[in-house]
């Protein structure tokens, strides 16, 4: 195992593209980091540089201490699992777990050996004469897996690998992942624009857009303390709740009020988690009606438009006690709200 | 069963009925005009050059209002005691009605004739009516089974009836032989065949109809789709029937019948022309030529591949470079035939001008046995090669670069990439130009024609070339035909073989 450190990454493509724009990164020894973000933004072609795939256009890429910025992939001992699992079609499954042992000359008994046992691990042994035409998706995926873990590398890198999965399955294999993971105390890279992939699996989580990384950290922090709007808005599900306004040093005033010490009289952000409305009546509280009730079971989401025209998300446990229609007040839990500066959205308190 | 399909049922037994009283009757008229008129009229016109027909031969009686036509075509005179069947005989300048060969047709023969395939026709019906659960099936079926069995005894009938005459006028001065093979040539048992061929289709489509009629009984919808689909592929059909079917049906007749242009006659000679055709050495040498000329294709496959890689390369002007390497396969065959006839010329040739430049002997590729089937192979891979880098480039292109980069991940080095994934990814593709390409170079004319003529000493006799000048040159149609049947089978053979491999390939994951 071994840590992976990228710094001031760079990669332009042909036509003046940015893919990756100065990034710095560190993958601590057996750590799980999700790199997420909107489609575009980089995170690929990072893991693509890390796999050797593409060649930065400046930066260095560090596995282990070593450099191996300009090594081709296959002496980087990094193994990859694809979006679309990347199996050979004309080989077995067993064939595929141990082609990076074939190609590598391992003897047949040993390779053997460890094709079955990385079978075992993923439980898929019993699946090792077939073609990957005649596996499930989760098969194939574990298949994959196995072939990625087949040789013991210092660094696995993932590639939205749950994406052509169905949500039952993806759920399933999340899970799985997180005890492969704790298991092998590999050092792992995530790419996965499902924030919530991220946030679930992930030891830690950047954030990333236009190809820069935004914010990095563990996810609780993350979604706690975003450093940014944009952050804020990415992680967390529904999105957070946005109102514009301005901060008069103590306090937020617009649509939505709430105490705010940011010692700054400038146009923000207000942003507030759906859980952190608190619904109640209508006095010295913003007015807003109610235009959705979604209940989940164990608590329910409630679709607000405020008298301004914003609309609002708010989570409350259990069942909702307001119906469609209806006239509520709402405000912001103490402490809860998250201000940002307006146009740049960096964030105030 | 509901009371729709009942009457259906009935309605088709009725019919079945009915048609069965038609041929018998038929039948006993003399249904087996086509046959009787062709067989009579072969018999006068290989009598020909006889001396008058002295008598009536036993067995033919005279009705009063006989009389010798002077047209062709037989004629029937009915008389007391029957039908008599009567054709002209000419004399050797085939100028003067000498006589005539008529043939007696009795109630009682005709009706034994008839009777006893209706009874068998009834019986199997009647077993059929048994075995079949529709009604209307087992009817269909049984009016298929009588009215072949029908028309099959009336025929043969006629053949006897007629070979009985033939036998008889035979010492008048015909040659015996030639009567005996006309009376026996069996167009009347071909007559028969064909007969109970075509009714059991009929009897298949009536049956089918009335089965799928009873499967889709109140669902209108299936019905106008089911009719729908037919109206679409009815075009197509028929032009498959007309331009396929029916012409490969012709060659496989020519090829078993003595087939002249000019003669009218085309006896039946079962497979005397394949035996002549084993015993040719040309033809063997033929065969061989072809399977020699054929091994361009995998060499051209393997330089197809390596311009296809080359070519993958996403650079700059690469697609200016493919097009340039296709353009062979679009131009002309023959002009490219005329041109590298220039290349390769013994004394012009630019082949030969580097030769002598480089102080090397001049070689007349063309012209020299050892070095002229080389040189149309090389010909023909040049042609190739555009097509087949293309179809190669396409396979490449199909897959996943997520496949490759997964190899190169694994740690496989470029040529572990190539023999591990690219080239068994490839297989369908390398199987599919494989056999195409054989089959193709079986089916090479051009280049031979323009270029060689087969010469020389044959060196490039190939098999398509060699059917071609058996037809028009030496006019053995018949010959030709029982070669093409050979090629066609080598060919069917081949693309079974292609079938097969393409459905053994996994699907692709």
Same mark, same amino acid.
């Given at each position: 195992m071994a840590a992976l450190s /990228?710094?001031? /990454?760079?990669?332009?493509?042909?036509?003046?593209?940015i893919g990756v724009d100065d990034v710095t990164l560190t993958v601590g020894d057996g750590a799980f980091t999700a790199l997420v973000g909107p489609s575009g933004c980089g995170k690929t072609t990072i893991l693509r540089c890390v796999a050797g795939l593409e060649e930065p256009t400046s930066g260095e890429v560090?596995?282990?201490?070593?450099?191996?910025?300009? /090594?081709?992939? =296959?002496? =980087?001992?990094?193994?990859?699992v694809f979006q679309n699992y990347a199996l050979y079609p004309h080989l077995t499954v067993a064939e595929n777990i141990g082609f990076p042992l074939k190609v590598r000359k391992t003897a047949p008994v040993e390779a053997a050996r460890r094709v079955r046992q990385a079978a075992e691990l993923l439980e898929i042994g019993a699946l090792l004469d077939r073609k990957p035409a005649q596996l499930s998706g989760g098969q194939r995926q574990r298949a994959a897996l196995a072939r990625a873990l087949v040789r013991e590398p210092a660094l696995f890198l993932f590639d939205e690998p749950l994406s052509n999965l169905d949500a039952q399955v993806r759920a399933q294999t999340r899970a799985e992942l997180v005890a492969l993971h704790r298991r092998l105390g590999a050092t792992m890279l995530y790419v996965t624009h499902d924030q919530v992939e991220a946030m679930t699996m992930a030891q830690s989580v950047a954030v990333m857009a236009g190809g820069r990384v935004l914010q990095e950290g563990p996810p609780m922090a993350l979604y706690r303390e975003p450093a940014s709007l944009a952050v804020a808005r990415f992680i967390g599900s529904p999105s957070i709740n946005t109102v514009a306004g301005r901060t008069t040093g103590t306090r937020f005033e617009g649509a939505l009020a709430c105490d705010a010490r940011v010692g700054a009289c400038t146009a923000a952000v207000l942003a507030v988690r759906p859980e952190h409305l608190v619904l109640g009546p209508a006095i010295d509280a913003s007015r807003a009606s109610v235009v959705l009730v979604e209940p989940l079971g164990p608590e329910s989401l409630v679709r607000l438009r405020l008298r301004s025209g914003e609309d609002l998300v708010a989570r409350v446990p259990g069942e909702a006690s307001c119906r469609m229609g209806d006239e509520v007040g709402v405000r912001v839990a103490p402490g809860a709200g998250l201000c940002f500066r307006a146009g740049d959205g960096a964030r105030l308190a | 069963m509901t009371a729709a399909h009942r009457r259906v049922a009935v309605l088709l037994v009725a019919v079945w009925a009915a048609a069965s009283v038609g041929v018998a009757w038929r039948a006993l008229r003399g249904l087996d005009r086509s046959a009787r008129s062709h067989e009579a009229l072969a018999l006068a016109r290989t009598l020909r050059g006889t001396t008058p027909v002295p008598a009536w031969p036993a067995g033919l009686t005279s009705g009063d209002s006989m009389a010798v036509r002077t047209e062709e075509t037989p004629l029937v005179v009915r008389g007391r005691s029957g039908e008599l069947i009567t054709a002209p005989v000419k004399d050797a300048d085939d100028w003067d009605i000498v006589g005539a060969v008529g043939v007696a047709a009795r109630w009682r023969e005709r009706a034994a004739a008839v009777a006893l395939p209706l009874a068998a026709a009834f019986a199997l019906g009647a077993m059929l009516l048994v075995a079949v659960p529709t009604v209307a099936g087992s009817g269909a079926a049984a009016l298929a089974a009588g009215a072949a069995a029908i028309l099959g005894s009336a025929a043969l009938t006629t053949g006897v009836r007629l070979r009985a005459a033939a036998e008889a006028l035979a010492p008048a001065g015909g040659d015996a032989a030639s009567l005996d093979r006309l009376a026996l040539r069996e167009p009347s048992l071909a007559l028969a065949t064909l007969a109970l061929v075509l009714l059991a289709a009929c009897a298949a489509v009536a049956i089918g109809a009335v089965r799928w009629h009873a499967d889709t009984a109140g669902r209108p919808v299936r019905v106008r789709e089911t009719l729908g689909a037919w109206g679409f592929i009815a075009p197509s059909l028929v032009h498959l029937a007309v331009f396929t079917i029916a012409p490969v049906a012709f060659l496989l007749w020519i090829s078993v019948h003595d087939w002249d242009l000019l003669a009218s006659d085309r006896p039946f000679v079962g497979l005397a022309h394949f035996r002549e055709l084993g015993a040719d050495? &040309?033809? @063997? +040498? %033929?065969? +061989?030529? !072809? &399977?020699?000329? %054929? &091994?361009y294709v995998p060499v051209t496959m393997v330089a197809a591949l390596a311009a296809a890689l080359l070519l993958d390369q996403p650079l700059r002007g690469i697609k200016v470079l493919r097009v340039v390497v296709f353009l062979p396969y679009v131009a002309s065959t023959v002009a490219v035939a005329l041109v590298w006839q220039w290349l390769l010329h013994r004394d012009f040739g630019l082949l030969n001008a580097a030769l002598a430049a480089m102080h090397l002997p001049r070689v007349d590729w063309l012209g020299n046995p050892a070095t002229a089937l080389p040189a149309?192979? &090389?010909?023909? %891979? @040049? !042609?190739?090669?555009?097509y087949m880098m293309v179809v190669y480039l396409a396979g490449l292109q %199909?897959?996943?670069a997520s496949l490759l980069e997964a190899a190169r991940l694994d740690g496989a080095d470029a040529w572990q990439r190539f023999r591990l994934v690219l080239w068994p990814m490839l297989r369908p593709v390398s199987t599919y130009l494989l056999l195409t390409g054989i089959i193709w170079s079986f089916h090479g004319f051009t280049l031979v024609y323009v270029m060689t003529e087969g010469g020389p000493a044959h060196a490039t006799d190939v098999l398509v070339y060699r059917i071609y000048q058996t037809a028009w040159e030496f006019r053995r149609f018949d010959v030709a035909a029982a070669m093409s049947v050979v090629l066609c089978l080598l060919l069917l053979a081949l693309t079974a073989l292609q079938w097969r491999t393409v459905k053994g390939e996994p699907a692709d994951a």
């Amino acid at each position: 195992m071994a840590a992976l450190s /990228l710094s001031r /990454l760079v990669k332009h493509f042909a036509g003046g593209v940015i893919g990756v724009d100065d990034v710095t990164l560190t993958v601590g020894d057996g750590a799980f980091t999700a790199l997420v973000g909107p489609s575009g933004c980089g995170k690929t072609t990072i893991l693509r540089c890390v796999a050797g795939l593409e060649e930065p256009t400046s930066g260095e890429v560090r596995i282990g201490g070593r450099d191996v910025t300009w /090594l081709p992939p =296959r002496d =980087r001992d990094v193994a990859m699992v694809f979006q679309n699992y990347a199996l050979y079609p004309h080989l077995t499954v067993a064939e595929n777990i141990g082609f990076p042992l074939k190609v590598r000359k391992t003897a047949p008994v040993e390779a053997a050996r460890r094709v079955r046992q990385a079978a075992e691990l993923l439980e898929i042994g019993a699946l090792l004469d077939r073609k990957p035409a005649q596996l499930s998706g989760g098969q194939r995926q574990r298949a994959a897996l196995a072939r990625a873990l087949v040789r013991e590398p210092a660094l696995f890198l993932f590639d939205e690998p749950l994406s052509n999965l169905d949500a039952q399955v993806r759920a399933q294999t999340r899970a799985e992942l997180v005890a492969l993971h704790r298991r092998l105390g590999a050092t792992m890279l995530y790419v996965t624009h499902d924030q919530v992939e991220a946030m679930t699996m992930a030891q830690s989580v950047a954030v990333m857009a236009g190809g820069r990384v935004l914010q990095e950290g563990p996810p609780m922090a993350l979604y706690r303390e975003p450093a940014s709007l944009a952050v804020a808005r990415f992680i967390g599900s529904p999105s957070i709740n946005t109102v514009a306004g301005r901060t008069t040093g103590t306090r937020f005033e617009g649509a939505l009020a709430c105490d705010a010490r940011v010692g700054a009289c400038t146009a923000a952000v207000l942003a507030v988690r759906p859980e952190h409305l608190v619904l109640g009546p209508a006095i010295d509280a913003s007015r807003a009606s109610v235009v959705l009730v979604e209940p989940l079971g164990p608590e329910s989401l409630v679709r607000l438009r405020l008298r301004s025209g914003e609309d609002l998300v708010a989570r409350v446990p259990g069942e909702a006690s307001c119906r469609m229609g209806d006239e509520v007040g709402v405000r912001v839990a103490p402490g809860a709200g998250l201000c940002f500066r307006a146009g740049d959205g960096a964030r105030l308190a | 069963m509901t009371a729709a399909h009942r009457r259906v049922a009935v309605l088709l037994v009725a019919v079945w009925a009915a048609a069965s009283v038609g041929v018998a009757w038929r039948a006993l008229r003399g249904l087996d005009r086509s046959a009787r008129s062709h067989e009579a009229l072969a018999l006068a016109r290989t009598l020909r050059g006889t001396t008058p027909v002295p008598a009536w031969p036993a067995g033919l009686t005279s009705g009063d209002s006989m009389a010798v036509r002077t047209e062709e075509t037989p004629l029937v005179v009915r008389g007391r005691s029957g039908e008599l069947i009567t054709a002209p005989v000419k004399d050797a300048d085939d100028w003067d009605i000498v006589g005539a060969v008529g043939v007696a047709a009795r109630w009682r023969e005709r009706a034994a004739a008839v009777a006893l395939p209706l009874a068998a026709a009834f019986a199997l019906g009647a077993m059929l009516l048994v075995a079949v659960p529709t009604v209307a099936g087992s009817g269909a079926a049984a009016l298929a089974a009588g009215a072949a069995a029908i028309l099959g005894s009336a025929a043969l009938t006629t053949g006897v009836r007629l070979r009985a005459a033939a036998e008889a006028l035979a010492p008048a001065g015909g040659d015996a032989a030639s009567l005996d093979r006309l009376a026996l040539r069996e167009p009347s048992l071909a007559l028969a065949t064909l007969a109970l061929v075509l009714l059991a289709a009929c009897a298949a489509v009536a049956i089918g109809a009335v089965r799928w009629h009873a499967d889709t009984a109140g669902r209108p919808v299936r019905v106008r789709e089911t009719l729908g689909a037919w109206g679409f592929i009815a075009p197509s059909l028929v032009h498959l029937a007309v331009f396929t079917i029916a012409p490969v049906a012709f060659l496989l007749w020519i090829s078993v019948h003595d087939w002249d242009l000019l003669a009218s006659d085309r006896p039946f000679v079962g497979l005397a022309h394949f035996r002549e055709l084993g015993a040719d050495p &040309l033809f @063997w +040498r %033929a065969l +061989r030529n !072809g &399977l020699v000329y %054929a &091994l361009y294709v995998p060499v051209t496959m393997v330089a197809a591949l390596a311009a296809a890689l080359l070519l993958d390369q996403p650079l700059r002007g690469i697609k200016v470079l493919r097009v340039v390497v296709f353009l062979p396969y679009v131009a002309s065959t023959v002009a490219v035939a005329l041109v590298w006839q220039w290349l390769l010329h013994r004394d012009f040739g630019l082949l030969n001008a580097a030769l002598a430049a480089m102080h090397l002997p001049r070689v007349d590729w063309l012209g020299n046995p050892a070095t002229a089937l080389p040189a149309l192979m &090389l010909v023909s %891979a @040049w !042609g190739q090669l555009g097509y087949m880098m293309v179809v190669y480039l396409a396979g490449l292109q %199909a897959i996943p670069a997520s496949l490759l980069e997964a190899a190169r991940l694994d740690g496989a080095d470029a040529w572990q990439r190539f023999r591990l994934v690219l080239w068994p990814m490839l297989r369908p593709v390398s199987t599919y130009l494989l056999l195409t390409g054989i089959i193709w170079s079986f089916h090479g004319f051009t280049l031979v024609y323009v270029m060689t003529e087969g010469g020389p000493a044959h060196a490039t006799d190939v098999l398509v070339y060699r059917i071609y000048q058996t037809a028009w040159e030496f006019r053995r149609f018949d010959v030709a035909a029982a070669m093409s049947v050979v090629l066609c089978l080598l060919l069917l053979a081949l693309t079974a073989l292609q079938w097969r491999t393409v459905k053994g390939e996994p699907a692709d994951a």
